[in-house]
C-alpha cells in the first residue's frame, strides 16, 4: 500500500522560508511522477509544483516562479519543495501527491491524475 508522509511545514514570517520533504513508502519511488499542491481555507486545491519521475522535467504555478524548487531524491524515496520568500497569501494545507507513469519525462499538474495523496501538512505565513 502507498503512502506519503509530508513534513516540513509550520510558521513563518513574510520573507522566510521553509522545506517541505514528502516520502513514499509501498511502492517503488522512482515509478511515479510527483505533485505538491496546496489548499487556503474557502479555496479549492491547487498545484503548485511538479517534477517528472528522473527530474528532467519541473512545472511551476505562476504564483511560485523563482521563489520555489522542487525536488526529489530517488535514493531517498523523498520529494521536497523548497519555499524562499513567502508571504501571506501562501498560507495554506501543503499536499504531496503521487501517479504511477511508464514515461520517465512525464510531468503533470492535473489534481486527477493523482493516484496518492499525503496528509498535508500546514504553512503559516504571518505578516
Known amino acids: 500500500q502507498v503512502q506519503l508522509l509530508e513534513s516540513g511545514g509550520g510558521l513563518v514570517r513574510a520573507g522566510g522560508s521553509l522545506r517541505l520533504s514528502c516520502t513514499l513508502s509501498?511502492?517503488?519511488?522512482?515509478?511515479?511522477?510527483m505533485g505538491w499542491f496546496r489548499q487556503a481555507p474557502g479555496k479549492e486545491r491547487e498545484s503548485v509544483a511538479a517534477?517528472?519521475?528522473?527530474?528532467?522535467?519541473?512545472d511551476y504555478a505562476d504564483f511560485v516562479k523563482n521563489r520555489f524548487g522542487i525536488f526529489r531524491d530517488n535514493a531517498q524515496n523523498t520529494v521536497f519543495l523548497h519555499m524562499n520568500n513567502l508571504n501571506p497569501e501562501d498560507t495554506a494545507v501543503y499536499y504531496c501527491?503521487?501517479?504511477?507513469?511508464?514515461?520517465?519525462?512525464?510531468?503533470?499538474?492535473?489534481?486527477?491524475?493523482?493516484?496518492?495523496w499525503g496528509q498535508g501538512t500546514q504553512v503559516t505565513v504571518s505578516s
Open positions: 501527491a503521487a501517479e504511477e507513469t511508464p514515461q520517465s519525462s512525464y510531468v503533470s499538474t492535473n489534481i486527477n491524475a493523482f493516484d496518492f
Open positions: 517534477i517528472s519521475r528522473n527530474s528532467f522535467r519541473t
Open positions: 509501498g511502492s517503488r519511488f522512482s515509478d511515479y511522477a
